[in-house]
């Protein structure tokens, strides 16, 4: 009965991470291919928290690659970081910014419930990562045989 049960789970786990897999592609498809309107609407969101794209103020952001808009549009603050790191804009007063666009409304930034709902069922219910499956795992990664280290402390 317990195999049955671990394989029905295995089962609803595939299949809903394949309806959120197609969720997200969609939803990125719809980003890209309106990109103009999505540009226009991340540029508003940022103008709602005094900050303007390709300003001349210190905290206002300078957008060195299109492709930033859709980034943002699409997975939020986390693109927001990213693009930053993947040099797709600057800013001079970086504080500033961070304060500016995480003090305005917390829904610009932020998923909408059904995204959120979705990155739940992804992370935390269908989560295979349990404390069975760790001590499985270390088994396989770190018995395989003899090692050989070599410590030096100078």
Not at 22 to 33: C, D, P, S, V
Not at 41 to 55: E, H, P
């Amino acid at each position: 009965m317990s195999n049955l049960r671990d394989l029905l789970s295995t089962i609803l786990w595939y299949v809903v991470l394949v309806y959120l897999r197609i969720y997200k592609f969609l939803h990125l498809t719809f980003i890209k291919y309106h990109s103009e309107d999505v540009k226009k609407l991340v540029i508003d969101r940022f103008k709602q928290s005094g900050i303007i794209v390709n300003g001349k103020d210190p905290w206002d952001i300078q957008v060195l690659d299109e492709r930033f808009y859709v980034r943002v549009a699409h997975a939020r603050a986390l693109g927001l970081g990213e693009s930053y790191m993947d040099g797709w804009w600057t800013v001079s007063d970086l504080t500033e910014f961070c304060r500016r666009t995480f003090d305005a409304d917390e829904s610009t930034w932020t998923q909408n419930p059904f995204e959120k709902f979705a990155d739940y069922l992804e992370t935390d219910l269908f989560n295979h990562q349990t404390t069975g499956k760790a001590f499985e795992v270390a088994d396989a990664h770190y018995n395989l045989g003899i090692f050989k280290f070599e410590l030096n402390f100078n």
